[in-house]
Each structure stands twice: as structure tokens, then as C-alpha cells.
């Protein structure tokens, strides 16, 4: 036996196993796109009722011990997707996927807004790194203004004013091949980021209710069975 006619054989001998991930590859793809699909349907159903309902939000605010926000109007509701149709190689190499639409996000955020506007000074630098780091966070409108020493140019303080205007949300980002899909939720709890991992068959209308009323901020179960939970706080 030549060489070539070994290295045949050896090809040969691995198709088989390449052809059944691919076929496990494309499979995961149809689900998950399938899951992502009825998310973004939920999504669009959900904010049309609360629309209606103009629901507040239960959750509590805290800029500081002094500066808290509850009750707030949760507003500009709006759901937004990616999509892309595949093309031969592009993003999959998966041929039975050729033309495919694939989400690549599905998304639903709003603003909490009640129309107040704060004036507040802050002159301890922690105080400052803490406030500035929730403002970014929270994604309101804010102008700060540094006030400096004239003889040596050190900050004395920094003054603030700012709507009381913040952003949510939640991002559903597909993963094809695992068949899973990442949660990244902003301003659910607090000032915080949470992210975490479901696999696809694992979202369904039920798991939904929990993150609606999470969203609500209503007691829920959306955690239960999350993989890779993680929370990062302002």
C-alpha cells in the first residue's frame, strides 16, 4: 500500500464521525434558531401589553445611601434582532443551513424614567469612583463638572446633574453550535449586569413567564438551573 492509498484510508476511516457532527451541528443551529425565534416573539407580545398596562418597576434604585429611586416608570419599551442569511461558508459551514436566516441577537429594553431632574455634588474621590462607575451603569443623562483647586489644580469635587433616566434590558445571544443561549440582563436588580446560560430546549414559554416577571421585578425562578450565573455590580 502507498502512501496516498494509507492517508485514503485514514480519511475514510474519520468521515464518518465528521459527517454525524455535522449533521449534530446543523441540527443545534435549527433548534436554537427555532428557540431564538419564539423569544423574539414573546418579547414583541410582551411589551404590546405593557404598553397598555404602563407598568413601575419593583425594583429599588440606590445611587448612594441618600440618592434611591423606586417606583419608576418603566418606559420606550422596544424589541430588537439580528439576523443574517447564511451564505455557503459564512459564520456556519454547515450546508444544509445554505440560506438560512440565523439570529444573531434577539433584545428587549426600555428606560426608566419619572421626568426628575438631581443637582448633587460629591468631594471624597471613592464617593466620586462609586458614583461615576453607577452612572455608566445606569446610562442616564448626566453632565459632570470638575471643580479644581486654582493654586495646585487638585479636584475639590465634582458636580452632577443628571435625569433621573435609565436604562434595561435583557440580550439573548444564540450560541449554534451548543444549542444554548447567553442572558445578558442591565438594570434588573439595581445597578448591575447578570449574565448567564440556558440550553436552547431549556427556554420555553414557561421559562419566560420568569424572566418577564424579573423584568417586572417580581419574585421569580428564572435562575433555576442557570448555567455559568454571574453578576457584576456598579
Known amino acids: 500500500m502507498g502512501f496516498l492509498d494509507d492517508l485514503k484510508r485514514q480519511a475514510d476511516a474519520i468521515k464518518p464521525g465528521q459527517n454525524t457532527d455535522q449533521a449534530a451541528a446543523e441540527r443545534n443551529a435549527l433548534i436554537t434558531n427555532a428557540v431564538c ?33 423606586e417606583q419608576l416608570p418603566m418606559v ?3 424589541v430588537d434582532a439580528r439576523r443574517r442569511k447564511l451564505h455557503g461558508h459564512e459564520m456556519f459551514e454547515y450546508v444544509a443551513l445554505h440560506g438560512h436566516e440565523m439570529f444573531e441577537y434577539v433584545a428587549l429594553h426600555g428606560r426608566l424614567r419619572d421626568g426628575r431632574k438631581l443637582a448633587f455634588t460629591k468631594d471624597f474621590l471613592p464617593d466620586i469612583e462609586k458614583i461615576d462607575a453607577k452612572l ?30 435609565f436604562a434595561f434590558g435583557v440580550t439573548v445571544t444564540p450560541e449554534h453550535d451548543s ?38 421585578g417580581e419574585s421569580h425562578q428564572f435562575f433555576a438551573g442557570a448555567r455559568n450565573l454571574r453578576r457584576v455590580e456598579a
Open 37 to 69: 425565534k419564539a423569544v423574539f416573539t414573546y418579547f414583541d407580545t410582551l411589551i404590546r401589553q405593557l404598553e397598555v398596562l404602563k407598568p413601575v418597576s419593583k425594583t429599588r434604585y440606590a445611587l448612594d445611601r441618600r440618592t434611591v429611586f
Open 76 to 78: 420606550d419599551l422596544k
Open 136 to 165: 455608566r451603569q445606569a446610562g442616564a443623562p448626566v453632565h459632570a463638572q470638575a471643580v479644581r483647586n486654582p493654586d495646585n489644580n487638585k479636584l475639590q469635587e465634582m458636580r452632577y446633574e443628571m435625569a433621573v433616566d
Open 179 to 216: 444549542a444554548s443561549l447567553h442572558f445578558k440582563a442591565m438594570n434588573l436588580d439595581g445597578f448591575e449586569t447578570v449574565t448567564l446560560d440556558f440550553s436552547a430546549l431549556e427556554v420555553g414559554s414557561t421559562r419566560l413567564d420568569e424572566l418577564a416577571k424579573w423584568l417586572l
